[in-house]
């Protein structure tokens, strides 16, 4: 069974400044998805961003990149210039690339920005 | 796009009852996924529907039933309420094709007293 794991419960940013979020994962699969979601206070849970294994290029959306070393299983999170709406829960998931298969997330990381 | 959202926000039910909560997934998305988060933890996997049938479930209960109908929407129905049942129930919805994430809803927040 696939396992994700976050090994940092809680981390906190000066706001303005670059924070780093970590995730490993365990599969035997060569083809999946890994995803990084946001759950702020308010609790819905949104996408932040998506990595697709075959792809070698690491994913980036605006402020948010990931660093993907599919050998040894990592997925991170690099948040730039951090904003105070970016406090919340961050939950690293995983999911096989079979057309209905689940995702399985891992425990959250609680990011806090400081002003 | 009309987004998921879930029904009821809140909800308080004793030990031993019956609770239906439910969900309208997002037009287009023909798998919806039930999950339970504990406070402080992650989701966890409750079974997921697709086109109509359970085609995966976690490790829960036969007490934690579901439903997909042909409009979107889904129900998940717990049976024999227990105290550790309490937690946030969160639907998520996507389509089948491509590598697409979840799109949740809101979620609805079960204490059993």
């Known amino acids: 069974a696939q396992t994700v794991t976050q090994s940092q419960p809680e981390m906190s940013v000066q706001e303005a400044e670059t924070v780093t979020l970590s995730c490993t994962y365990d599969?035997?699969?060569?083809?999946?998805?890994l995803f990084w979601y946001k759950q702020p206070p308010s609790r819905q849970m949104i996408l932040v961003i998506r990595q697709e294994a075959y792809k070698q290029q690491n994913a980036t959306e605006n402020r948010f990149s990931v660093n993907f070393q599919k050998a040894a299983k990592s997925f991170s999170l690099k948040i730039s210039d951090s904003q105070l709406g970016d406090a919340a829960m961050y939950f690293c998931?995983?999911?096989?690339?079979?057309?209905?298969?689940?995702?399985?997330f891992g425990d959250g990381t609680t990011l806090t920005v400081k002003p | 796009e009309t987004g998921v959202t879930q029904s009821p926000t809140h909800l308080i039910k004793t030990r031993g009852q019956q609770v239906t909560l439910r969900c309208s997934s997002q037009s287009g998305h023909n798998t919806v996924s039930w999950y339970q988060q504990a406070l402080g933890q992650g989701p966890q996997f409750i079974f997921q529907y697709y086109r109509e049938e359970e085609n995966g479930r976690g490790n829960f209960p036969p007490r934690f039933s579901g439903l997909q109908f042909p409009n979107y929407s889904s129900e998940l129905n717990v049976n024999a309420l227990e105290l550790d049942d309490s937690a946030l129930y969160l639907c998520?919805?996507?389509?089948?094709?491509?590598?697409?994430?979840?799109?949740f809803g809101s979620g609805t927040r079960l204490t059993v007293v």
């Open positions: 599969t035997s699969e060569s083809d999946y998805y």
């Open positions: 998520a919805s996507r389509a089948v094709e491509g590598g697409a994430g979840y799109t």
């Open positions: 998931a995983y999911r096989s690339a079979h057309l209905t298969s689940k995702s399985t």
